[in-house]
């Protein structure tokens, strides 16, 4: 039979420019959260986490954003670069459950 | 830096076949995990593992679907009699604590097809 995927939403921009990828989130409960990259053919690769006690932490180049009112999260990345094309996921965990919970994911294209 | 790896990267499988795809964790983890990804699909929690047990597991990890630690260095997932839909991409992962605690290594993955 035939098989349907998900639509990967698509953040396209120049290389240079700061790309910003959203995600909301579904439990309330949750109070643990997690940007990943995935580049095609390899595994999901930690960028930066934040819990549910702060509502911004920064890496290096990289900003996460998180508001429990909305149950939106957010990945800023700075001086975007080509290498940084790839899917990015955001995953919660906590609540009731350990289980860590991705999202759809959003394909990041650098424009060089 | 260390690392998850992940044998075969590829395995091509008869249905109704057996299946088994092995892990090496990070070294001084102790928790562990199985994630697949139909192609195109989010990630999907299958199940973890902690102190030789399993601790949670998805409802997608039937009784078809089993995990063991058969010694101190390997984490394998076996599937009894594959079907179809359980071609997917397979990440086994591991992590130093619990989630919110520890952060997850994922390996490359197992690229698993049943014809």
């Known amino acids: 039979g035939e098989s349907v995927g998900l639509h990967l939403p698509t953040l396209s921009v120049q290389e240079g420019d700061n790309s910003i990828i959203n995600c909301a989130y579904s439990?309330?409960?949750?109070?643990?959260f997690i940007w990943y990259k995935q580049e095609s053919g390899k595994g999901p690769q930690f960028i930066i986490d934040?819990?549910?006690?702060?509502d911004k932490r920064q890496g290096q180049r990289v900003t996460v954003l998180l508001n429990k009112t909305v149950k939106h999260l957010s990945l800023q990345i700075a001086a975007t670069q080509p290498g940084d094309s790839a899917v990015y996921f955001c995953?919660?965990?906590?609540?009731?459950?350990?289980?860590?919970?991705f999202g759809t994911g959003t394909l990041l294209a650098v424009q060089p | 830096e260390p690392e998850v790896t992940q044998t075969p990267s590829h395995q091509v499988t008869q249905m109704g076949q057996e299946v088994i795809l092995r892990c090496v964790p990070i070294?001084?983890?102790?928790?562990f995990y199985w994630y697949r990804q139909i192609l195109g699909q989010k990630v999907e929690f299958l199940v973890s593992?902690?102190?030789?047990?399993?601790s949670e597991k998805s409802e997608i990890f039937d009784d078809q679907f089993s995990v063991e630690r058969p010694d101190g260095s390997n984490f394998t997932l076996k599937i009894r009699s594959t079907k179809l839909e359980d071609s997917a991409m397979y990440f086994c992962?591991?992590?130093?604590?619990?989630w919110g605690v520890g952060k997850l290594f994922f390996g490359s993955g197992t690229q698993l097809s049943v014809l």
């Open positions: 992962a591991s992590s130093e604590g619990r």
């Open positions: 439990n309330s409960a949750s109070d643990y």
């Open positions: 934040i819990r549910s006690n702060m």
């Open positions: 995953a919660e965990s906590g609540g009731a459950t350990n289980k860590l919970i």
């Open positions: 070294s001084n983890h102790l928790y």
């Open positions: 593992f902690y102190n030789n047990e399993i």
